[in-house]
């Protein structure tokens, strides 16, 4: 028996998979699609995952190597299939897409189960993590140690294993304040949730959450025959051929064993806020486990919304997973092994959660599908909603995305669900749009007079401002000079109490200067508004109010959770920060929300500013008048007639998705075309010039049309160029762009180039 083994490999150039012999002892123990293994590689011994059985080998089975040993981790082979198709649809590695669904911590050690003693468990601090971004001096080991840990928290030995920084060189790290460590007992232990602003369980449906469940519940898919028996044999050549032929770079589309039923249609729960939409997902989550299959539950960032994932613990109690960032890789594993093995049936977490490894999944919900942490940053830089999509369609069960404030790409492709109205029967709160040309200082007096109100009612308001920081630059009044980072072609932030300006691109910081280093003058201005200033002048504005920030500034580890449970206890106060504000909380008695700068977000030049605009502002105001208070919304712009902040005022969603969808179709924009975004950087800017032209070139010779290569603002010290591809054949245009940039890596008379494709760039 042959084993093909992806090996779990960071390099881009490797074509696997490579064929192994399987001894009968490997074959005893069910090692199959899905194991990992331990392969001998050339001199190194590297981890890999078993991606196919066969019964031949194109090479001479006595040359084979045989793998060294089967880890306990096993992932199920749709999952294989899943990772594999992440990979070529994000155009990146086989090793990098099979690593998504690995059990947490494969490759550390600590993925395995040891017993409960007490050991030292290393975490990141806010400093360790601003020093990854801004080209602070670090060995090349503490820069592993620390990326390691932006995962969460690992045992120091673990960590050591990892990264190769020895006890010393982590206790360096903790002395520079870039890590912490701490003794912990390591039983196992289940993740408790803050459940901040859930309210209590609620009585019956409301006739539009009724209907909506009766709709959800129609397209559930039919219970499938009992699951055969997983063993020995389980795996057998399910994953069809993967070896990519090399030279030509098109690797196809790993085949899919479709589903004895069609999978249902997608359908999109387009609910207003505080319409209820938990509810609706609890009662088709129940359904689907009363009719004994799995669910997927995606929801935003946990640290920020808990509330929701406390609502399915609650409900459903240990059949829940949660997989949140913040677990140790101990506790991540801990749940993924329960969701493996059946113990736990709902898988509720963030992106990564679309990975979880059950089986038998009726249905996957996508909350808040409009929110941008569904896609992922970093290579494979994937989209959770279209992941989503693409596992639901595989394994035949139905997605259920819901929202507000849909996507176009949804309304366009889902069938929609409607609940109308607010659970309490209240109207949506009334929204003033005013405009702030002339206006000196953040806050219009319309603003200032409705935050009066509240102060002298003692009531609760949340005022939004999408900057952080104190004010966004400085100047020298005498000479000009403008305080920018030596790193990006941008302007320093200043951060007052810390005493500091630094970039929000890569992190660089300085001290706040005194003088002006060109000139000798001391006369600086500070221009423009941020949440650290603003909060302070509501401070003074709303006294004895409390005032509450949140922003990435004060939301480091637990900070977000605290800052929202704290307003939530609060008799009365105010909530200021980031767009960190306007996500899906639900409180019951704030009376007032305040947008400042609401057209901020619509000077970005990019086709996704009115929806996005249209969405924060529509979301904040879905924060006010929920249980029994009445509320309002404030609306400050520079230019209040913009049609995204008209829309959002009417609470006007279908108007705004009409328009919105018209000019997305005239302009070939997604949901109407794919957009695959190339950038190539360098420090200097000719090798980074000449990849961009030759990946043009190339993907030219495809006939797939691209645009570029244009100049990007330096970032982190280097120079950037970007190719944007807007496609009508997706399928295609990624094939292109894959061929073409494998070609480009090997081509080693480029240079140092680094290349970052970004497939549907959000
Ligand atoms: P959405 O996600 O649509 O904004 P939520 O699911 O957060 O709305 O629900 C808003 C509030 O209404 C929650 O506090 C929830 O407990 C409550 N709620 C939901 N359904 C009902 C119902 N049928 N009767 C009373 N309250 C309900
Ligand atoms: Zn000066
Ligand atoms: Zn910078």
Request: aromatic share 4%; hydrophobic share 40%; with cysteine.
């Amino acid at each position: 028996m042959i084993a093909k083994v992806e090996p779990l490999t960071t390099a881009r150039a490797l074509r696997g998979p490579f064929d192994y012999l399987m001894g009968d002892g490997l074959i005893a123990d069910g090692v199959g699609v899905g194991s990992v293994l331990v392969v001998p590689f050339g001199p190194r011994r590297l981890l890999g995952v078993v991606v196919q059985l066969a019964e031949t080998s194109d090479l001479d089975p006595k040359r084979l190597a045989e793998p060294i040993e089967a880890l306990e981790a096993d992932v199920p082979a749709d999952l294989v299939r899943l990772g594999l198709w992440v990979a070529q649809e994000y155009v990146s590695t086989p090793a990098r897409g099979l690593a998504l669904v690995l059990p947490p911590g494969t490759g550390t050690g600590s993925g395995r189960r040891t017993k409960a003693r007490e050991s030292l468990a290393a975490t990141l601090t806010t400093a360790g993590r601003a020093a990854l971004e801004d080209g602070t001096r670090l060995g090349s080991r503490q820069r592993t140690g620390l990326e390691a840990l932006t995962e969460g928290p690992l045992r120091v030995s673990d960590l050591a294993r990892v990264s190769g920084c020895d006890h010393a060189s982590v206790r360096r790290l903790e002395a520079r304040g870039l890590l912490l460590v701490e003794r912990t007992a390591e039983a196992p232990r289940r993740p408790t949730l803050r459940t901040v602003g859930a309210r209590s369980a609620i009585g019956t449906l409301t006739p539009d959450q009724e209907a909506a469940v009766a709709q959800i519940i129609a397209k559930l898919p039919p219970t499938p025959e009992p699951a055969p028996q997983r063993g020995p044999s389980s795996g057998g050549g399910e994953v069809p051929e993967q070896r990519f032929p090399s030279g030509t770079g098109t690797s196809p589309a790993p085949r899919t064993t479709p589903p004895e039923q069609a999978a249902p249609e997608p359908l999109l729960l387009h609910g207003v806020t505080g319409s209820g939409k938990t509810e609706v997902y609890l009662q088709a989550v129940e359904e689907v486990l009363d009719r004994g299959q799995t669910a997927i539950v995606l929801v935003p960032e946990i640290g920020l919304t808990p509330q929701t994932a406390g609502r399915f613990v609650e409900r459903f109690g240990d059949t829940v997973a949660v997989l949140h960032s913040q677990l140790t890789t101990r506790e991540r594993y801990d749940e993924w092994a329960r969701l493996r093995s059946g113990a736990a049936r709902v898988a509720v977490g963030p992106r990564s959660a679309v990975f979880a490894p059950l089986e038998n999944v009726g249905l996957i919900v996508v909350d808040e599908e409009h929110d941008g942490s569904y896609k992922q940053e970093g290579d494979p830089r994937y989209d959770a909603r279209t992941v989503a999509e693409r596992r639901a369609r595989e394994c035949g069960a139905l997605l259920l995305a819901g929202s507000a404030t849909p996507r176009p790409e949804s309304v366009l492709r889902y069938d929609r669900v409607r609940l109308p109205q607010r659970v309490d029967g209240r109207p949506l709160p009334p929204v003033e749009l005013v405009g702030m040309a002339g206006v000196k200082g953040p806050l219009h007096q319309r603003t200032r007079d409705a935050l009066e109100e509240v102060r002298r009612a003692g009531e609760k308001a949340i005022v939004l401002l999408n900057r952080r920081g104190w004010s966004n630059f400085l100047t020298c009044g005498d000479c000009g000079r403008v305080w920018e980072c030596p790193n990006c072609d941008v302007t320093l932030v200043l951060h007052k109490s810390a005493g500091r300006v630094s970039c929000h691109h890569c992190g660089h910081r300085e001290r706040v200067p005194d003088s002006c280093p060109d000139c000798g003058s001391v006369s600086l201005a500070r221009h423009g508004v941020g949440t650290e200033q603003l909060g302070v002048e509501l401070e003074r504005l709303m006294d004895p109010l409390p005032v509450f920030r949140l922003d990435a500034d004060t939301a480091t580890r637990g900070g977000a959770a605290e800052a929202l449970e704290r307003f939530e206890a609060a008799e009365g106060g105010v909530l200021v920060g980031t767009q960190m504000v306007a996500k899906g909380h639900d409180f019951p008695d704030v009376t007032l929300g305040v947008v400042v700068d609401a057209d901020s977000t619509l000077r970005f030049p990019d086709f996704r500013s009115e929806e996005r605009t249209f969405a924060l502002v529509a979301q904040l105001a879905g924060r006010s008048g929920r249980g029994g208070s009445d509320g309002r919304v404030v609306v400050q712009a520079l230019d209040p007639a913009a049609p995204a902040l008209r829309f959002a005022a009417g609470h006007d969603a279908d108007g705004f998705l009409d328009v919105e969808l018209t000019r997305r179709e005239a302009l070939s924009y997604p949901p109407y075309g794919s957009l695959i975004r190339v950038v190539c950087s360098s420090e200097q800017p000719a090798p980074a010039k000449a990849a961009a032209d030759a990946l043009r070139a190339l993907i030219r010779a495809a006939q797939i049309p691209v645009l570029g290569p244009a100049p990007l603002f330096r970032l982190k010290g280097n120079e950037r160029f970007q190719l944007v591809v807007k496609a009508t054949d997706r399928a295609a245009a990624i094939v292109a762009v894959r061929t073409a940039v494998e070609r480009t890596v090997a081509d080693r008379s480029l240079g140092p180039v680094k290349y970052a494709v970004d497939v549907d760039p959000q």
